[in-house]
């Protein structure tokens, strides 16, 4: 029977319980606030993992603490629990600071003189319960944070995952990658090159599943460490779309927006992505902001943009004559446009004028032009030209 405490902590695993406090790393950079004391204090009982959520909605894992001399995800996954402490989750989010605290304690790499990441495929080990109970909850996808020592393997900040037999590990691993600059490590398919290890064992299960390294020397963390497997776990939560939307002003909509205007009529084209309050943004959602933001002025309601995680059109394509389109008729297209995000999670590859078919790059441009405007004049412009 899972225990349960006032700050919804479950003991997954009995036989693991450790005083993690003697880690000098641990004492040294653990957030002092009430969910993070109650967490450890939950693991001398064993493996803690901590619930945000109603149980309900899409359900995502976060691992750290395989390796109990792996100490900046675990530092991470403390300060990511704190951080999430007073968010509303658009879903669920199961987060295992340490697996094994007794490891953790002795920053020891080792339960009972095994590697716990080549064991999970057997049953009774810290990591084969991680498997069994991802599969209890309906995990959708699980990220496994590790650090890698300079010199070792890979030796540099990295995500691991394969595209078989679930894609999605590997479309998980691009996007954490690209916007926290950590390498991508991909194979084929899951279960050969790693025999056992946790990711793997839960790809083969269809779970879509990857692994996260930070480069930080094992037995020691230092604040640049947790900050990057931080980021790590954040991005992985930001794609899994089950963290609260980001907040943009309608100032930062129309800044971003004159840099796209510019950088299109540079390169004839779209950059991959925006960073907009220092985070990246692919042009998806970008073009969702714009959509919102013109909808918003023109009702009166220039208030702050909520923006979850949307994905590009698959391609952009249509073909259209040149012209005017009037107010009336880009605030109808950007409202269907945004019907069509909240149904399909993604950017469509055109939008229907009374011009012909837009494609998706030049819908962005068109609504950079008509932000761009409105940040001159204050004022949306009774038609663009496209």
Not at 273 to 296: A, E, H, P, R
Request: proline fraction near 5%; include cysteine; aromatic fraction near 10%.
């Amino acid at each position: 029977m899972a225990q349960v405490s006032a700050a919804n902590i479950e003991i997954i695993c009995n036989d693991t319980g450790g005083n993690i406090t003697k880690n000098y790393y641990i004492r040294q950079y653990t957030p002092q606030h009430t969910i993070t004391r109650e967490t450890i204090a939950a693991a001398r009982n064993g493996t803690p993992m901590v619930v945000f959520g109603k149980d309900t909605g899409k359900r995502v894992m976060i691992i750290a603490g395989v390796h109990g001399n792996e100490l900046p995800p675990q530092l991470a996954a403390l300060k990511l629990i704190d951080y999430l402490a007073d968010k509303k989750i658009n879903g669920t989010i199961y987060i295992v600071p340490f697996l094994i605290p007794s490891s953790t304690a002795r920053s020891s790499r080792y339960w009972n003189d095994q590697n716990p990441n080549s064991i999970a495929n057997y049953k009774g080990t810290p990591t084969n319960r991680v498997l069994e109970l991802a599969k209890e909850r309906s995990i959708k996808a699980l990220g496994d944070f590790h650090s890698t020592q300079p010199g070792g393997t890979p030796g540099e900040d990295a995500v691991f995952c394969s595209k078989a037999p679930t894609y999605e590990s590997y479309r998980i691993a691009c996007y954490i990658s690209k916007n926290s600059h950590s390498r991508l490590v991909a194979y084929g398919k899951a279960g050969l090159e790693y025999p056992g290890a946790l990711e793997d064992v839960c790809n083969l299960a269809g779970i879509p599943s990857v692994t996260c390294e930070v480069l930080s020397p094992h037995g020691m963390a230092a604040p640049a460490s947790i900050d990057r497997s931080f980021k790590q776990m954040l991005l992985f939560l930001k794609y899994s779309n089950v963290l609260p939307d980001t907040i943009l002003t309608i100032s930062q909509a129309v800044k971003s927006a004159n840099l796209i205007k510019g950088y299109y009529e540079s390169h004839k084209g779209l950059p991959e992505d925006v960073t907009i309050n220092s985070y990246d943004y692919s042009m998806g959602q970008v073009l969702c902001l714009f959509c919102k933001v013109v909808v918003k002025i023109s009702s009166g309601y220039a208030s702050r943009i909520s923006m979850g995680n949307v994905n590009s059109a698959i391609v952009s394509s249509g073909s259209y004559n040149p012209g005017k389109i009037y107010k009336s008729e880009y605030l109808r297209v950007a409202g269907r446009i945004l019907a069509f995000i909240e149904i399909y999670n993604r950017a469509p590859n055109y939008a229907s004028t009374s011009l012909g078919r837009i494609p998706f790059q030049r819908l962005i441009y068109m609504y950079s032009k008509i932000l761009n405007f409105y940040g001159f004049y204050g004022r949306l412009p009774g038609y663009v030209t496209i």
